[in-house]
């Protein structure tokens, strides 16, 4: 498929580890990077929650609410199967986060849910001393880890290239962009 439809970039749904065929997903998710490593494509990966996340703004959307959201992007009553709906939500996504790394979506074209999961998540933890430690996990800070640029790695290499700089109109829209007010220790 990667040959013959000419595909640029490719979105996958990594395991969700706690589940009883998590071994079995995984094994299915390397076997797919195999050819879409070789083959130089850039590759994005949602777990489950961050998809549904991304897509409908609850990490707890069930597969009737994925069914809905392709049913109003595709101005279709039909209803598709559940697992083709995933698959439809994936490579929206995939395309345009990968459009919104390279520049061409500007992050106020992006929806809510997507520049929170693309741009904007960050995880806060409170540390012993009380004070709280915050930890980017949008996916644009987690380049070799939930996306992939292979098409930068050189052909007969193997090595994943060092991060790439993020694009400077995101850094811009990141800067001006109204983050959520620091969360202040609880008094002892």
């Not at 879409?36 to 850039?42: A, L, M, Q, S, V």
């Not at 959307?61 to 939500?89: H, P, W």
């Not at 395309?95 to 919104?100: D, G, K, L, N, W």
């Not at 694009?167 to 800067?175: A, F, H, I, Y």
């Amino acid at each position: 498929m990667l040959r013959r439809y000419n595909v640029e970039a490719v979105g996958i749904e990594s395991p969700a580890f706690e589940s009883v065929n998590a071994s079995a997903h995984y094994a299915l998710m390397m076997f797919s990077l195999e050819p879409i490593f070789e083959r130089r494509r850039d590759c994005v990966l949602f777990d489950p929650m961050t998809l549904k996340l991304a897509v409908t703004g609850k990490g707890n959307a069930d597969k009737s609410d994925m069914q809905r959201v392709v049913q109003l992007d595709t101005a279709s009553t039909t209803v598709i199967d559940n697992n083709e709906a995933d698959a439809y939500c994936i490579a929206r996504a995939a395309a345009r986060f990968i459009q919104c790394m390279r520049g061409e979506l500007p992050p106020d074209e992006l929806t809510a849910h997507e520049a929170r999961v693309f741009l904007t998540r960050q995880r806060r933890r409170k540390k012993n001393d009380g004070s709280i430690s915050v930890k980017q996990v949008a996916h644009a800070f987690r380049e070799n880890s939930r996306w992939f640029q292979f098409d930068r790695v050189p052909t007969g290499s193997v090595s994943l290239p060092d991060k790439s700089a993020i694009d400077k109109s995101l850094v811009e829209w990141l800067e001006t962009h109204d983050n959520p007010k620091p969360v202040k220790p609880a008094k002892s």
